[in-house]
């Protein structure tokens, strides 16, 4: 039986290895796009990046243990192994090698990552001004944040969304009202103010690798540059009721002419003062 | 005895998933199938099966009046005093007490704002006085947040004016049909289009204790008991057995045991049947026990 | 548990294996028996308008119960046929198909199919939840929703181009079920359903509507007859279960409220000053006058102020119910009455909750935030509730002025303080 | 009891027996044994329970709004038995809740931690056994109110076991969990009471009661595991319930710890405000991400144990197994911020947070290898308790790995809150604790009860359990690669997740396959009370100190003293005359010298 069992341990690096790479072959069947969906922001490939960087070194790793776990158990099986035990308690030398190659394996991911951590969350987009010597490029260089386009909020159960309108400020009257539907430019660098109204949720575009947790009494800023056109989804993320399901949005990226257009048109749809037109989108 | 009950408490969660608890029945009808293909056949079929076994019913033989009081045996039942919630100094001037005044009693006992009519008249039957189409104006006011006409009784099409003549806006909310505001001292024309059973509720959305009530009939064939709970309805088609309803705010239906022109009669839901004699006018008197309206 | 057997059977010692057998199947039998009751699922049913029975027995003194709720409900079988088989016997002669078609409703109804891609089952999916399969705004998440979810049943809705007391067009509920209603639990399915759906959706809706209203009227009408003697209930039968009462009295009826519904849509001009930014027409200034006087009518004799309170919180009259409400407890809503509460409750009703007139400084605009709409809900007022249609004293450039004003309020400096720090934690 | 013969200790409890009460000998027992039994039971009868919750769940994701199968017509009459999205809330909420706090924490700390300890360290009981008792009763008004919150009408607690705030705080947010969301939060401070009563005892107990020549380093690592988590306990447990209390306190006395200034929910605003959500979050990591180790080092030490018994070779590493099970501990406490990257914290934070979180997987790889240097080269006994400790390594391997993902920050904006994560956690407390439970289970039953579990039963639950567990939970790393959301009712209604539905089907039915699995295991556990084959004092031929006692042991444990001669993986010795060498067993050459290691 000891061979069965091997065997059956062996299964989980080939069937483990097997469909991990059949997703990414993301038009293989069964695993049609079972993968990372398509990105559509300018800096999306560095995460995806290293999520694929991280998986081909844990997938070695993975593969290198569990194939070592196969072969100890094959090659050692007390029915076929009539040998003495080696009679061992360990090596010394032995613990210090796997313990420091983790360890510099990790720290290299750690510090890897920062970069791309610091451009999603930390270094947000605008324009440096001198600073308060009057000259650029110092270590106290005024920043100018850029505006956010639209503020989005959070509620149970929808996404309010609120652009900016004709003077570039969210709050004022002639801010432009959707409900769920978030129309981009693309190729801009584009900043969301995001709050919520009530409970905790979550941001989260997919295709746009970018999720943050909107919570109330804060206002927090996103931003990404979209690099193609289409129609994609926000989802929710953080459990925010019985409803949290049902928080779908859609994220329209479309040319900077399609989408002045839109915006013009929603905002003459809001002024709508006729019975004639209301059947208009 | 201790180890049945350890079974008991953990297989508890157990018997939750697997068991099965009754549904509330009352929340759903058992129909029977057969009953419900056989009638649903019926109404599929075309034209109306019943139209042609009715049989035509003889007509009226002349018309009459019916006329009479509403009277109250006993002491009156004690008055409601309404909350003021609202614009006190309009609505009760120098704090006075306002009243419901529900159950109006008037000289004799006399009862006020009884509804009686005659109900499902016939259209053919109907004389010419008393026909739809009715174009004088029925004038409905309110001054210091009640409304003037405590119960009053149009025919559809007839224009009535809501008037305000208050110096604060009220709102006249008639149930579930209309719902408008009056500007202080300002009128808005108001025309019922729908026959009614029984009166509806008028209110105010602005000052909730005030209320009314609005009778719709097609036919003039109805009345409201004045001060003195009299009430006369001309016209009636004679001869042919006419029901009616009489109706009382706070007793809706006036049914139960009550004296009519002297004897003791027992009314159900709110309603007699009576056929008049041509050119005669009909006496209808009665008296209604205080008890009814504890 | 088990472990207070080890000693028991050590007890029982080892000679005797029958009464060790008979415990073990003992234990083995309960979870099995357990398992073996439990019961499969069934279609679900239309529940019954308790609490509208409840108030027909108390106005005319009878009983639902027995021959006359059964032939009630078999009358509404056989017209509306159930949530998994929708019909609407004798339609064709009540005119139904201006109203709806009926193979949106089989789009729309029965249970969700389970290949999720082919789109059946649609009320089920998205709506019975929060308004019930009945579509009496009962479904199981319902009871705590604030608002609560609309009860169809009446007829009535509240965010519609026609006045109080007409049925909404269909570009009316259609809006809704696309925007959703801002400020409630409602939300927008624009994004999740093609028209198509939304269409089948809304037919669905009146389907629902009309078996309601269809459902009080029976109600209504059965309480007028008697069922004491064998005799009295055939006779009653053969007047009530025709199709003369049922399809021409009672349903051709309501459909026809429903057919005549676009007509009676309330048409607006366009309104002056234009509120385009964009329009070169657009004068700064005569917006400032049109708010100034609808700020005046707001106080004066649009009498906007005695609910929506002085200051536009919506805390003038609070204290007041909706129709949904009242339609039991009577326009003077005497819900502290416990008697008649503890009927209502029983009856399977929804705990009654006070209507809040709208708080204007939110921004918040349920029935939608054009000024057509918000002008429908000032011209029109708000079915359903306390809000009363604008005086026809008004004229329509007064209304207008009115909406100016509600719009400008949000945005006021009571509502924006300028100089006042904002509670929130700005990031970055 | 009658199996105690030898011993005038044992003679003495035999007669004060006569006299006792059942209750107070097998109800409120001070013996830890049967404390530990109490707790095993319990504990097993609510992870059936939770695998029932997991499959209400399973079925929502497979066959959304579709009418459920035996329990829906209860749940939803009017609704023809479809499962409303309330009640998916409140599943998916109780499901990790009985899992962690009824299953997990106390099977490992209450009923293996109770069980073992005084036997493993060669003491006749806890050192504090009334506390001990103490414990297990002070689960009980958590189970009630934990249940009680389930059965709240109309729908139980609904904060996701998480509990995070303004939704668990505001009653309008979740209204369906009102009173529910107050007795889950008491219900779990009960939890927390009862584990410090036991963490205390616990270190105490291993500190104080060890026999004679049992030094710190020869301990067996299951004690070693149970003694870091008790220090664990200790520190981490009075931050959750402190927390937990604060959020009991803005529900009931409207405090505001938690909710900032301006909610709108549900149209109702909140009378209380200038708190701050994100410090429940802190605060609650602060416990709960210890407490994931809580959840993972018992089954570790139980596992090496088991793997050194029947690899018949002793552990590799012994003192680096002991120093990486603290290295996790202490690290264990400064990287709760890793569930908090985007959760709104300062994202300065998450840099140094992603550093420690990184670094503790290097103690976690250290003991997959010293778990695999112990059976390369031994003469492994392919018994059920050993492949479920075999299949604990292969599939710590896959969770230990998927948590680095998570570690990695930029990656974690992806997946977090995704199946990913979902699949991460499972691997780690299904495929790794459970499966060590499982064979732990299977390991100590001869002690327990004095009969062997049916070895051929056992190895099929093994060997279904390990296709299900694999093919339920691996694939939910490809759904969280798609970024698949975790606790949504319905997912397809999103574009992006609508072709995963076929993914979802093949796993619940994995999932349905698990749970009908366990009958197996549950009718061999339960005939084997009954029908198992009755063994002696050391089935197994282990070397550690249990295995010399009775079996079941008597009250008092042992019948004689025990003094420890060697640590106890001394297993294929050169020395000894078996393929064992028992920690009791003295060196040929001088029997009678207790020899300091």
Redesign the interface.
Known sequence: MGRFWSLLFLAVPVLGVGVFAAAMMTDSWPLHNHWLPRDVSEKGYVIDNLFNTILYLTGVIFVGTSLALFWFLWKYDGEKNLGPVRFLHGSHTLEVVWSIIPAATLLFIAIYQMNAWADAKID?PGTRLAGADGRMNTEDDLVE?QLPIAQVTGR???W?IRYA??DGVV????DV?T???LHLPVDEEVVLQI?SDDVLHSFFLPNCRLKQDVVP?????VWFKPKEVGSFDIVCAELCG??HY?M???MTIQSRKDFDQWL?DQ??????????L??EE | M??RF??I???LP??F????SGSPE????Q??SA???E??T?????G????TDQQEEAGPSGYATLKGRFALDGSPPPQIKLDI??DPAICAPGGKDVFANDVAVGPNGGLANIVIFANGVNEDWVHDSAKPGRTDEVIFDQKECVFLTHVVGIQTGQPMTVLNSDP??????V??????????G????FVASKELNSPE???C??H??M?AYLLVRNDGYFAVTAEDGSFEIPNLPAGVELEFRVWHERL??I?GDLQVNGSAETW??GRFEMTLEPSQDQELNVVLPAAMFN | ??????????SLGESNPMK??R??WA??S??MI??V????????????N?VYMEKISR???VKFAGQR??DV???L???FGT?DLP?V??GE?AGVSDVLSVENLHLAAG??I?D??AGK?LY??HC??CH???GDG????A?????YPRDFR?G?FKFK?TP??YRPTD?DLT?IVR??I????M??F???LDSGQIDAIVDYVKYLALRGQTERSLISLSG?YGYETPEETTETQAEL????V???EILGAIVEEWTSASET???????DP?????SPEFDQSELDESIARGQQLYY????CV??HGPTQLGDG?T??YD?WTKDFF????KVADAELLDAYLTA?GLPPRNIIPRNLR?GVYRGG????DI?WRVKN?I??T?????????TDDDV?DIVNFV??V??QSLS?PADMPE?????? | ???ITAGSHAHEHESSATHASFIS???FSRDHK?IG??F??STL?WFFVGGLLALGIRWQLA????????????L?P?????I????YTTLFTMHATVMIFFVIIPILAGAFGNYLIPLMIGADDMAFPTLNMLSYWFMWPAFFLIGASFFTA?YGAGGGWTSYPPLSVVN?AA??SASAQTLWLLGITFVGISSMMGSVNYMTTIIQMRAPGMTMFRLPLTIWGMFITAILQAFALPVLTAAGFMQVMDRLLGTGFFL???L?V???IPASGGGQPLLWQHLFWFYSHPAVYIMILPAMGMVSDIISCFARKPIFGYKPMVYSISGIAGLGFIVWGHHMFVS?MNPVLGMTFMVSTMMIALPSAVKVFNWLGTIWGGKIEFTTPMLFSLSFVSMFIIGGLSGIFMAATPVDIFIHDTYFIVAHFHYVLFGGTAMAVFGAIYFWYPKM?GRMMNEQLGKVHFFLTFIFLNGTFFTMHVLGAVGFPRRLA?P??YDTF?HL?PMNRFMTWCAIGMVATQVIFA?NF??S???GKPVGRNPWGCNSLEWSAPS?PGHGNFDFQPVVYRGPYEYGHPDATKNHYPQIEPPPENPTEVPEH
Not at chain 3, 138 to 141: A, E, F, Q, V, W
Not at chain 3, 241 to 244: D, G, T
Not at chain 4, 84 to 87: D, I, K, Q
């Open positions: 947000r944040f149970q159960f929808e309010r309108g004709r709050g004022t009257s002639d009202h409900v769920n539907d709050k009494g804060m206002k927090q800023m019985w409803g049902k779908k949005g859609r013009t905002e003459r749809i809001q002024q709508e003062s006729s019975f004639a209301s059947e | 201790l180890k350890w079974m408490c953990t297989l157990l018997a998933f697997a068991g099965c009352a929340d759903f009808v129909v029977n009953a419900v293909e009638l649903r019926k109404l599929a079929s075309s109306s099966g019943t139209e919630s609202k604060v806006a009220h709102n006249l909310k149930s579930t049909t209309f719902n408008q505001t009056i500007p202080e300002k009128s808005v024309p509720k008028m209110s959305s602005i909730p204790w209320t809706n239906g049914k159900k839901k | 548990m088990l472990c207070y057997l080890q000693p028991c059977l050590t060790r057998l415990i073990f234990l083995l309960m979870p357990g398992l009751t439990g019961c499969g699922t069934e279609s679900p049913d239309f529940r019954v308790n106005e005319l003194d709720q059964e409900y078999t009358a079988t056989a017209m949530p019909v016997t004798g002669d249970p969700v389970k999720y891609e089952g089920r999916q019975a939840h019930g399969v009945t009962y479904g199981p998440t009871k705590f929703l604030n608002p009446m009535t181009s109080v007391g570009d809006r925007n959703g801002n400020g409630t639990a939300p927008s624009k994004e999740m007028d279960l025709s199709k003369e049922l399809v021409d849509a309330t048409e607006a001009e366009g309104r234009v509120y385009d930014f964009s004066g004799a649009g009498a005695t609910c009259q204290t007041d129709n009577g326009e003077a809503a399977g939110q935030r054009r000024p057509i002008y007022g079915d359903g306390p809000m009363p249609a604008a005086s026809s004293q008004l207008w719009l400008s949000p945005y924006q509670f929130v934690r700005d990031r970055n | 009891m009658s199996s000998t097998y109800v049967i039994l109490q095993l039971f009868l066959y959304p709004w579709t009418n459920m199968p035996i329990i829906g017509k209860m939803f009017g609704e023809g038995g479809q409303s999205p309330e009640f109309p309008e209204p369906g900032p200034e301006g709108i549900n149209n109702s709104g009860f319905d397809y209604h609508q539905m009718f339960i005939s009370l009954f029908f079941p």
